[in-house]
T-cell receptor, first 112, second 115 residues
Framework: DAKTTQPTSMDCAEGRAANLPCNHSTISGNEYVYWYRQIHSQGPQYIIHGLKNNETNEMASLIITEDRKSSTLILPHATLRDTAVYYCIVSYGGGSQGNLIFGKGTKLSVKP | GAGVSQSPSNKVTEKGKDVELRCDPISGHTALYWYRQSLGQGLEFLIYFQGNSAPDKSGLPSDRFSAERTGGSVSTLTIQRTQQEDSAVYLC?????????????FGDGTRLSIL
């Protein structure tokens, strides 16, 4: 079973920031938080990951709370092409333990 | 650069037939994963290859499913005597090494339909 809890769906206005929350209260000390998204009929796309520090790349920012029990993915200026299902995943390393357990994710709809 | 390539993109076959699905990982990626995604469901892990090590087959749902990876690169997932419940999108992912620190890069999958 997925170790994360995410809202089923969210809406965001085009050009505004999209903030997607994720709860992972049972995360272990060496587990990372990963975010992927899946646009209809495509494979999942990696967005960002982090352990305990906040992370930023060209796609998004990841904010992880100090106790690591929750995180937020931020898309700073959402576009219509960001409409997708967003998955928050916790996973820790070592061989097959790297396999990703996807839950139901959050369906983000970016509206004009 | 080239991403993960899967073929065919769509496959329709009759119940009871065998099917082979192919995955070409990103060049240089030593770890390869197979997942499947049934309609409206999350991804289900099937099998994991890392370099020359024995694969982790713990996610394969039955002995009708098998996979191999030749020369540490291309992988083939074979389903024998297909059943209707095998209908799903089969996804392949690769990463530079096994483990959570390296992100997995996915192909667009093979959509398998069993009639």
């Amino acid at each position: 079973d997925a170790k994360t809890t995410q809202p089923t769906s969210m809406d965001c206005a085009e050009g505004r920031a999209a903030n997607l929350p994720c709860n992972h209260s049972t995360i272990s000390g060496n587990e990372y938080v990963y975010w992927y998204r899946q646009i209809h009929s495509q494979g999942p796309q990696y967005i960002i990951h982090g352990l305990k520090n906040n992370e930023t790349n060209e796609m998004a920012s990841l904010i992880i709370t100090e106790d690591r029990k929750s995180s937020t993915l931020i898309l700073p200026h959402a576009t219509l092409r960001d409409t997708a299902v967003y998955y928050c995943i916790v996973s820790y390393g070592g061989g097959s333990q790297g396999n990703l357990i996807f839950g139901k994710g959050t369906k983000l709809s970016v509206k004009p | 650069g080239a991403g993960v390539s899967q073929s065919p993109s769509n496959k329709v076959t009759e119940k009871g037939k065998d099917v082979e699905l192919r995955c070409d990982p990103i060049s240089g990626h030593t770890a390869l994963y197979w997942y499947r995604q049934s309609l409206g469901q999350g991804l289900e892990f099937l099998i994991y290859f890392q370099g020359n090590s024995a694969p982790d087959k713990s996610g394969l749902p039955s002995d009708r499913f098998s996979a191999e990876r030749t020369g540490g690169s291309v992988s083939t997932l074979t389903i024998q005597r297909t059943q209707q419940e095998d209908s799903a999108v089969y996804l392949c992912a690769s990463s530079t090494q096994g483990g959570a620190r390296q992100p997995q890069h996915f192909g667009d999958g093979t959509r398998l339909s069993i009639l």
